[in-house]
């Protein structure tokens, strides 16, 4: 099939999440990847808000900025969004007048009424309208809202899968003939999941006992999902503030459980007290932290790339943390269970730097897998031990940790500077500098085990495009096109981005960033600590995810 | 059996001598072999000040966090390991002004954890400001015309939110003080106890003067009447009601719902969640064709 993208808009509260849901999944039963991503104004009802489906033959997991088929809910979305509608793109509205040739009109409300019983049915309509014009057989939609809807009962089912026919039947012979080419069904799987969805199920895997947060976009939907699933495990609390937050998580880490919390910019500017307070006391913890565009309240709904360097250095005084910087929702999974790892074994805090837009889009991926083995727990031996000393200075800088009330041994933790069984000292000749040296040997171990950048001809390339994150789809995408274009053009792309891997870059290299921020963060990060010079770099900052367009307009 | 010699450390003491906080350290010490509780099973938590370092000088497990925090870090303590004695102690300043928001958050969540505040009315380890229960018109160090606003009374709030176990100890009383403070940490659920310690170095009052101002409850008091234990706290900064205040039978604690899952133990002890659980979850992210 050839690649299409689907736009549905409308307003909050009008139900296009749930059309653009129900779609997404016709494809993907269909056999055909699904990438769903939307954006929406900060508020519970009103506004314009788009809810963005591109489907293809292979996963293409990255934003597009034009439709091929627009479907509006009200007039005022129409309006707002029909500069995305491609040329000769299809248009679907419920009421006119638009006498464009490639308009649709389906008066969703009146079928609703007519068909379902109830105006509540007009997401069915709509839904029945894009498989429609998206290609698919009425089948696929009527499997797909069985399935949805059937916990709430056989009338409600009967209600969605009338209204819907009614959309469908409406729309098919306005699509001009043999324009809509029907796609054929494939029997390929997929899974379909939003970071938010795979970060607490890699956590609840990784061991996780304990998560407290404050609720705060984009990051809400993992102490969510704790909440919704008790099978998982972990004991979630709402905190009262972020600071609360990230204190009741490292109590409950000093005794014993794995421990994480999650923010967006704001909450974290709280947290970063308690971030180096983990850092002296040495006492993992995981947080992630779903940037959004700053600063203060910044654009509460929308995506950026902002927090790096802020995560880097939020807590005051030195302490080793290291920062993980998923790209898709398997990585997700897999930096998850990473950040456990490597906070339980250097006794540190991780932070997990995701976005809005990797948070919340729904990705098509050919596989969702949990690490095979549970995670080992880095807990000491208490029977090993003699006299126990929280803080012994070891040649790697990691003390044997225990836990409260793990043994008889007494565990103090102190967020002084402290001797080694972690009592209050001043002693500037011979422990302050000791403990100083302890913490910052964790962190050149940390050093030599950071995963290196992915990288695609990289070391071929004239110009390499440099990504962290959220931002690989864009990237990838947008490489293929300038090597279509017989633009010799490689990758590298991190997802460990603190401490920076050794890396062994060629000189000679036309390097370029490509970043959701205004200031190039990560570059001046490779330049000043990787001695890496950058050509150029590519911001983002409008509170839109990075697209290949987009990079495809700045490197022209 | 234990004895008080059991909590002995030998960390040297950083607070000024003859200052009431090691009245309060020989009164815990006291309560807590009363309770034969060993330094094992004991987690002391505090913020910062010099009543903060109280943790230091008795022998147990100590968390000794950032200012204003201690609660929080007792709350996820006691959640992650109930068999643990968690028990706060810190000072005013730090319980009722950096940390207000989490003492009153504490009030609410009912943690199984005890709650003993250095009152002395003035920040002393910063040298000599106004704390947030320092009374109105008194000079500091800061405040060099005098207090301008009013003393927050935070046992009335501990009352008015059916804090199950509330009182008011002296840091020059120790005999009665360790009498509460066994009481306080036997209760289950959030016990209170603030305790009158006079700041011998900034402090404008004498202890002697302080004790003039106390007013022991009396035998008579009815712990559960609400209104006559605010009544009494509201007494407060003029004189100082002690004692028992108000005691309720215990109520559910933090976490109570959760605790019916996975029963009592440490959470560090809990079997890894079932595998087939874990995959069931990434099933539920597969699409069905």
């Given at each position: 099939m050839e690649e299409r993208s689907l736009f549905i808009v409308g307003a909050?509260?009008?139900?296009i999440q749930t059309i653009g849901g129900v779609v997404a999944r016709c494809f993907l039963s269909h056999g055909y990847p699904a990438f769903a991503t939307s954006e929406f104004e900060s508020?519970?009802?009103g506004g314009n808000s788009s809810v963005r489906i591109r489907v293809a033959d292979?996963?293409?997991n990255a934003p597009v900025e034009t439709a091929d088929v627009l479907l509006a809910v009200n007039p005022d979305a129409l309006a707002h969004y029909?500069?995305?509608?491609?040329?000769?793109g299809l248009l679907i509205s419920p009421e006119g007048p638009d006498t464009e040739k490639n308009a649709v009109q389906v008066p969703f409300f009146d079928l609703a009424v007519e068909?379902?019983?109830?105006?509540?049915y007009a997401n069915a309509v709509a839904a029945g309208t894009l498989c429609a014009a998206g290609g698919l057989p009425f089948s696929v939609l009527e499997t797909v809202l069985a399935n949805s809807f059937s916990s709430k009962g056989e009338e409600t089912v009967r209600a969605n899968v009338a209204s819907a026919r009614a959309g469908f039947d409406c729309a098919l012979p306005q699509l001009?003939?043999?324009?809509i080419a029907r796609i054929p069904a494939r029997s390929r799987r997929y899974a379909f999941a939003s970071a938010n969805e795979t970060i607490p199920i890699a956590a609840a895997a990784a061991g996780c006992r304990f998560m407290a947060a404050y609720p705060m976009s984009p990051s809400t939907g993992i102490i969510t999902a704790f909440a919704r699933h008790p099978e998982l495990g972990v004991f979630a609390e709402q905190a009262e503030d972020e600071i609360a937050a990230i204190n009741m998580a490292l109590g409950a880490s000093a005794a014993g459980a794995r421990a994480m919390t999650a923010t967006s910019g704001g909450g974290f500017a709280l947290m970063v007290e308690g971030i180096s307070l983990a850092g002296m006391i040495e006492t993992p913890i995981v947080i992630v932290l779903a940037q959004r565009p700053g600063?203060?309240?910044?654009?509460?709904?929308r995506t950026a790339q902002e927090d790096l360097l802020f995560a880097l250095?939020?807590?005051?005084g030195e302490f080793p943390k290291a920062l993980l910087a998923p790209s898709d929702p398997q990585d997700a999974i897999d930096k998850t269970f990473r950040a456990f790892d490597l906070a339980d074994r250097y006794q540190i805090p991780v932070i997990v730097l995701t976005d809005q837009f990797l948070a919340d889009s729904q990705f098509s991926l050919d596989e969702l897998t949990l690490p095979e083995n549970s995670l080992k727990t880095?807990?000491?031996?208490?029977?090993?031990?003699?006299?126990?000393?929280?803080?012994r200075l070891t040649e790697d800088g990691i003390s044997p940790r225990l836990a409260f009330g793990q043994s008889e041994h007494l565990v103090v933790l102190d967020s002084?500077?402290?001797?080694?069984?972690?009592h209050i000292t001043e002693?500037?000749?011979d422990l302050r500098p000791a403990m100083v040296e302890k913490r910052m040997e964790k962190g050149r171990r940390l050093v030599r085990e950071m995963a290196k950048p992915r990288s695609y001809r990289a070391d071929e390339a004239d110009l390499v495009l440099i990504g962290w994150g959220s931002t690989k789809g864009a990237i990838d995408e947008a490489v293929g096109l300038l090597r279509s274009r017989g633009q010799d053009v490689g990758s590298l792309h991190f997802?460990?981005?603190?401490?920076?891997?050794e890396l062994d870059l060629r000189d000679g290299v036309r390097y370029w960033t490509i970043e959701g921020?205004?200031?190039g963060q990560f570059a001046r990060l490779l330049e000043s600590e990787a001695g890496l010079p950058i050509e150029g770099r590519i911001g983002r900052y409008d509170g839109l995810p990075i697209d290949a367009e987009t990079i495809l307009g700045a490197l022209s | 059996m234990t004895s008080i010699d059991d909590y002995r450390c030998d960390v040297p003491n950083q607070w000024?001598?003859?200052?009431?906080n090691f009245g309060i350290l020989t009164a815990l010490k006291r309560a807590l072999a009363d309770l034969a509780l060993e330094p094992h099973e004991i987690c002391l938590v505090s913020g910062i000040g010099q009543a903060a370092k109280l943790p230091h000088y008795l022998r147990a497990n100590v968390f000794n966090g950032l200012h204003g925090r201690a609660i929080p870090a007792a709350v996820g303590i006691h959640v992650a390991n109930p068999g643990l004695k968690t028990i706060v102690t810190s000072g005013d300043g730090d319980l009722?002004?950096?940390g207000g928001n989490h003492f009153l958050h504490a009030l609410r969540r009912n943690p199984n954890i005890t709650v003993i505040v250095h009152n002395?009315?003035?920040?002393?380890?910063?040298?000599?400001q106004a704390a947030p229960t320092t009374p109105r018109g008194e000079r500091t160090r800061l405040q060099f015309d005098g207090v301008e606003v009013d003393p927050a009374r935070m046992l009335t709030t501990a009352i008015a939110h059916d804090c199950t176990f509330v009182a008011r100890g002296f840091a020059g009383d120790i005999d009665e003080l360790s009498t509460i403070l066994k009481r306080a940490i036997g209760h289950r659920g959030l016990s209170l106890v603030e305790v009158i310690q006079?700041?011998?170095?900034?402090?404008?009052?004498s202890i002697d003067a302080y004790r003039e101002r106390l007013d022991p409850v009396g035998e008579?008091?009815?712990?559960?009447d609400r209104a006559r234990a605010i009544e009494l706290a509201l007494?407060?900064?003029?004189r100082f009601a002690t004692g028992v205040l108000y005691e309720l039978p215990p109520r559910p604690t933090f976490a109570a719902s959760y605790r019916k899952r996975v029963?009592?133990?440490?959470?560090?002890e809990l079997d890894p969640v079932d595998r087939s659980v874990l995959i069931k979850q990434v099933e539920r992210l597969k699409i069905e064709y």
């Open positions: 909050a509260g009008e139900g508020r519970i009802r292979e996963p293409r029909r500069p995305a509608l491609r040329e000769g068909h379902g019983g109830e105006a509540i001009a003939k043999g324009r600063p203060a309240t910044g654009l509460p709904t250095r939020g807590g005051h880095h807990l000491a031996d208490p029977k090993e031990i003699g006299d126990y000393a929280r803080y002084d500077e402290h001797t080694e069984f972690g002693d500037l000749t997802t460990e981005v603190w401490p920076l891997p921020n205004a200031t | 000024c001598s003859g200052c009431p009722y002004g950096e002395n009315q003035l920040y002393a380890l910063t040298k000599g006079p700041c011998i170095t900034w402090g404008n009052h008579d008091h009815d712990s559960a007494k407060a900064p003029d029963g009592s133990g440490a959470l560090a």
